[in-house]
């Protein structure tokens, strides 16, 4: 389609319907102005791997792991010029303050093979220079997947030397994390997610979780001298995977205890729990006990855990959670899905600039009144109001959003993207 295809509302449009929307929420005692604000100053950590299909960068590459991007659209970024191309451009077309979130299979080693044990913060120098010259900050992750050695298991593997290696590996990556918080002057989030488990019936569930935590142990030691200040230790777990469908080392239960031991910061993602199962309800119930959350922005359908975000009722739950209990600081927001069958540029956008809207629409909730209706007992009014506000002029608020933030409203930023593909993805063969 013709990029005129795409239409924008004028700036002066835009703003009359806002102010129209704002007389409408001022008088549930919701202040527009603030939330367009707030909203634009949440963090979103975008992640790095929708761009590669988390294949990486590394010279000798494996594969496996349980999770899969799957469709061969053209234009995988191939190395790190291309994906922080790619990331510019997703990030002119999405409103409010971004990280960006990579993966220690991005290294740039110089077409040298760096053993993952072995990695450093030079590898990233290209990444953490880029970073400073666009102002925004980095968050990183091990990378315990798409590698030979393990065959699936990693820091719980039976043989002493292959969990030594991805100790070495994750250590490593703790002081990669931080040395880029140091640099960029702002903390480096960093997630360890493990591919082990069983497809089925394992006769030794004991053993992996035991072994898995030794090697925890060793990899979140004090005596290691990290700044756990700059580097924020996360740990994901997980209900199931593909090829893993059985046993998963790596369970919540598992990592939301460990994690209270060593006062680290559960990671949870939105595609990782049963599918009848909504984070939203967990976080009143971990941010009890844990500092922080990280929560990895995701859609799980059916078995896949890592669909493009959309502005779900999932994602509005989740978010309003956060605001309704005024604990969207204490949380880590980061992005985490790959779909390799459409533009994966207009993927990260649609599932980032989703992630904006369920801050912004969370912000513009009637909080306080709906608690007093609560707890007055008028269970009806609180019902109601709660399903009214499903109509308000949401949209009206979003658009301003993107207006203050300099981005494309409405669906035009599409014709952003598909200049992109002309200009620069179609020639990726
Ligand atoms: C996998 C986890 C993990 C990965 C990334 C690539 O199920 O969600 O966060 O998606 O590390
Ligand atoms: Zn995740």
């Not at 129209?20 to 202040?31: E, G, I, T």
């Not at 493990?194 to 060793?218: M, N, T, V």
């Not at 200040?229 to 199931?240: Q, Y």
């Amino acid at each position: 389609m013709a990029e005129t295809g795409w239409p924008s509302p004028a700036a002066e449009q835009v703003r009359e319907r806002y102010a129209s929307a704002c007389r409408a929420y001022a008088a549930l005692d919701v202040d527009a102005d603030a939330a367009v604000r707030q909203a634009l100053t949440v963090p979103i950590s975008l992640h790095s791997w929708q761009g590669d299909d988390a294949a990486g960068f590394e010279v000798r590459k494996g594969s496996g792991g349980g999770i899969m991007a799957t469709g061969n659209y053209p234009g995988r970024a191939r190395d790190g010029d291309e994906l922080r191309r790619d990331l510019q451009q997703v990030m002119a077309l999405v409103p409010g303050t971004l990280k960006v979130n990579l993966h220690a299979f991005h290294a740039e080693t110089g077409g040298k093979a760096v053993q993952r044990d072995a990695l450093e913060v030079g590898h990233f120098a290209r990444w953490i220079a880029w970073a400073g010259k666009h102002r925004i900050g980095l968050d990183f992750n091990p990378t315990m997947f798409a590698h030979p050695l393990g065959g699936g298991l990693t820091l719980s593997h039976p043989d002493a030397a292959v969990r030594s290696f991805w100790i070495g590996h994750a250590v490593a990556c703790r002081r990669i994390a931080e040395a880029m918080a140091r640099r960029s002057g702002s903390p480096c989030v960093n997630n360890l997610w493990i591919p082990d488990g069983a497809k089925d019936s394992p006769a030794d569930r004991w053993g992996p979780r035991r072994r898995l935590r030794a090697a925890l142990d060793e990899i979140y030691d004090d005596s290691l001298g990290i700044d756990r200040r700059l580097c924020i230790d996360a740990v994901e777990g997980k209900l199931f995977g593909l090829g893993v469908e059985d046993y998963t080392a790596g369970s919540h239960e598992f990592y939301w205890l460990y994690a209270l031991r060593k006062d680290l910061v559960p990671c949870l993602d939105m595609g990782h729990f049963h599918p009848t199962e909504t984070v939203a309800d967990k976080l009143s119930a971990l941010l009890e006990f844990h500092r922080g959350l990280l929560l990895h922005l995701s859609r799980g359908l059916r078995w896949d855990s890592d669909h493009v975000v959309l502005w779900s009722d999932d994602l509005k739950a989740a978010l309003l959670e956060l605001v309704r209990g005024g604990a969207l600081d204490r949380v880590y927001i980061a992005l985490d899905y790959f779909d390799a069958s459409i533009n994966r540029i207009a993927a990260y956008v649609i599932g980032a600039r989703a992630a904006r809207k369920a801050v912004l629409y969370a912000l513009l909730d009637p909080s306080a009144r709906l608690r007093g209706l609560e707890a007055a007992g008028r269970g009806a009014q609180k019902l109601a109001l709660m399903e009214e506000m499903k109509t308000m002029p949401f949209a009206a608020a979003w658009d301003k959003l993107c207006l203050d933030a300099g981005v494309p409203l409405g669906p035009s930023w599409l014709a952003d993207v598909e200049a992109y593909e002309r200009r620069v993805l179609a020639k990726r063969r």
